[in-house]
Structure formats: C-alpha cells, structure tokens
C-alpha cells in the first residue's frame, strides 16, 4: 500500500496495523437557556441511547433473543454482508462473535445519540478487565418509531499492547472540576468544528494542527504515540503522498455520518471502514479513538 497523505492520518496509521481497503470549546454557558425544542431532541436521543443499550447489556450479555426481536423492526437493514437483515441477522451477528470469542462479554465504553442515529464503541472479550484483549468494536444505529431500522459495523482485533500505552478503550483526560453538561448547541458546534479540522488535516493542512489540537493530544490508535508532534513529523517526512479515493475525483475526503454527544464527536468515513472519536476541550481536540476494520 502507498503511503498516503490525504488519507485520513489516523486511520493510515491503523493501516499500517492491518492492510486498509477500500469551533468552539466545551462552555457549559454557550446558551443560557434551552429551546423546547433542543429539549425535545435530547430527550428522544435519550430514550434511543437507552434503546441501544439493551441490546448490549441484556441481548449480548444475557443471551436474550427475545429482546433482539423486540427492539429490531421488521425492516432492519444490516450493512454487514455477512449475516441477513432483520432480527434474525442480528441474532446471527452475536452469536457469530460468541463463536469466535468463546464467553464473550460486551462492555460498553463509549455511545452517543445525535439526531435518529445512535453510535456504539464497546468490547467484546472473555476477559473484559483486560482491555488488551478480545475486540474492538464500533457500531452505528438508525432508529425510528422505537424500533432499530439500520445497523453498520466495524470490528478490529484488539492488539496486546500500543505505542502511547494507552488502551483501545480507556479515557485518559480528566476535567479538573468535573466534565460539563452541554447544551445541543454546543455539541453541533463541537461536531463542526472536529469535523471540519479532521477534513483539513486529511485533506493535507498540517497548519490545522497547531489551531485545532491541543498538543497534549491522548491517542489509543494502537502505534500512534501521544502529542500532536507525530502528526506533524507525518507531514514533514511525506510531502508528496498518493491522493485519497475522493481527492482524486476533486472531491477532497469524504465522511460518512458524524454524531456529537457531550464532548465526544464521532465520524465514520466514507473512503475507508474507519471510525474516530475525537474529544473537544476547550476548543480543542485533545484524544481521539479509532476502530478501523481488520483486513480491510
């Protein structure tokens, strides 16, 4: 594979891992008050994010098919070409990764609901306490009428050590007075904001880095140090780096959906079988996660 700048940085260093296929800061007081309808927003997000859940803690865990059924519509459309849509497909899909991972529990480490889509970083693993094992997983959900209607996933084998020695899962940063509560606004100005600096930066702007990064930066791409100085020696040691998918066709990179809940924004690329997860601080991103898929 060639070694390419406009790929997006982070999900290059994943590939090295495993061969790849195919504006604002953290204000609790940005808005001093809550429309009725950003209210009505975060309550239904909510109740999805609680929906969602379920199919973790008591479908996964507790081997209940019942609950499969009950939460997945008729019509479920699952991207996963490997098992059938519907409940059924669903059903398959759990029982496919106990298959492969004997006594597999699914921790939930990280989700968020934006709009009707609901986003899932969790592990599957026998031992769950060692987050050096099992699975990594990300999965994006559509949900409509209180039914789960589309599923994506990605999954990546979790490697037994990484280069910042931090885990695929774990939260590094810590607010010195406690995280804030945001409002929906301030999460969709996250969501830009990350958003837009990612493009940048995939797109070949290293100069992003210094006004969007915090050079902190907490990183559990698995041989991605921490700090933002190797984001940048990327850049200087590979001026000239073969186009992205979508930089060829004039386009520049493309993502796919992209959520914000809390500080966390997600972004699912459409170029590769990528997830990142980026947190905003202070205007600035300061750790990221990733699921990229193996042998994709």
Same mark, same amino acid.
């Given at each position: 594979? *060639?070694?390419?700048?406009?790929?997006?940085?982070?999900?290059?260093?994943?590939?090295?891992?495993?061969?790849?296929?195919?504006?604002? =800061?953290?204000?609790?007081?940005?808005?001093?008050?809550? &429309?009725?309808?950003?209210?009505?927003?975060?309550?239904?997000?909510? *109740?999805?994010?609680?929906?969602?859940?379920?199919? +973790?803690?008591?479908?996964?865990?507790?081997?209940?098919?019942?609950?499969?059924?009950?939460?997945?519509?008729? #019509?479920?459309?699952?991207?996963?070409?490997? !098992?059938? $849509? =519907?409940?059924?497909?669903?059903?398959?899909?759990?029982?496919?990764?106990?298959?492969?991972?004997?006594?597999?529990?699914?921790?939930?480490?990280?989700? @968020?609901?934006?709009?009707?889509?609901?986003? !899932?970083?969790?592990?599957?693993?026998?031992?769950?306490?060692?987050?050096?094992?099992?699975?990594?997983? @990300? #999965?994006?959900?559509?949900?409509? $009428? $209180?039914?789960?209607?589309?599923?994506?996933?990605?999954?990546?084998?979790?490697?037994?050590?990484?280069? %910042?020695?931090? &885990?695929?899962?774990?939260?590094?940063?810590? +607010?010195?007075?406690?995280?804030?509560?945001?409002?929906?606004?301030?999460?969709?100005?996250?969501?830009?904001?990350?958003?837009?600096?990612?493009?940048?930066?995939?797109?070949?702007?290293?100069?992003?880095?210094?006004?969007?990064?915090?050079?902190?930066? +907490?990183?559990?791409?698995?041989?991605?140090?921490?700090?933002?100085?190797?984001?940048?020696?990327?850049?200087?040691?590979?001026?000239?780096?073969?186009? %992205?998918?979508? %930089?060829?066709?004039?386009?520049?990179?493309?993502?796919?959906?992209?959520?914000?809940?809390?500080?966390?924004?997600?972004?699912?690329? &459409? #170029?590769?079988? !990528?997830? #990142?997860?980026?947190?905003?601080?202070? =205007?600035?991103?300061?750790?990221?996660?990733?699921?990229? @898929?193996? =042998? *994709?």
């Amino acid at each position: 594979m *060639r070694y390419r700048k406009t790929l997006p940085w982070l999900a290059a260093v994943a590939c090295f891992a495993t061969a790849c296929s195919s504006a604002s =800061g953290n204000d609790p007081a940005a808005s001093s008050t809550t &429309s009725a309808a950003a209210r009505s927003a975060s309550a239904s997000e909510e *109740r999805n994010k609680e929906l969602v859940v379920r199919l +973790y803690s008591e479908a996964f865990n507790k081997d209940r098919t019942d609950v499969v059924k009950e939460l997945v519509a008729t #019509d479920y459309m699952q991207h996963d070409k490997s !098992v059938p $849509g =519907g409940a059924n497909g669903q059903i398959k899909q759990f029982k496919d990764v106990k298959a492969k991972i004997p006594g597999a529990v699914a921790t939930v480490k990280h989700v @968020a609901a934006d709009g009707d889509l609901v986003a !899932v970083h969790w592990h599957a693993s026998a031992t769950p306490a060692n987050e050096a094992t099992g699975q990594a997983k @990300a #999965d994006l959900f559509r949900v409509s $009428g $209180g039914k789960l209607v589309e599923h994506w996933g990605i999954t990546q084998t979790v490697p037994a050590k990484t280069a %910042s020695g931090n &885990s695929l899962f774990s939260d590094v940063y810590r +607010y010195p007075n406690g995280a804030p509560a945001l409002s929906e606004e301030q999460e969709e100005k996250n969501r830009t904001f990350a958003v837009d600096a990612y493009r940048k930066l995939s797109d070949g702007d290293a100069s992003v880095i210094d006004k969007s990064w915090d050079p902190r930066y +907490y990183q559990h791409n698995p041989i991605a140090p921490n700090g933002t100085a190797p984001l940048k020696r990327f850049f200087q040691q590979n001026p000239q780096s073969s186009p %992205s998918p979508s %930089s060829t066709a004039g386009g520049g990179t493309r993502f796919g959906n992209t959520l914000a809940d809390g500080d966390l924004v997600w972004v699912f690329s &459409s #170029d590769y079988v !990528v997830a #990142d997860l980026f947190r905003v601080v202070d =205007g600035k991103i300061i750790e990221h996660w990733d699921v990229a @898929a193996d =042998g *994709r």
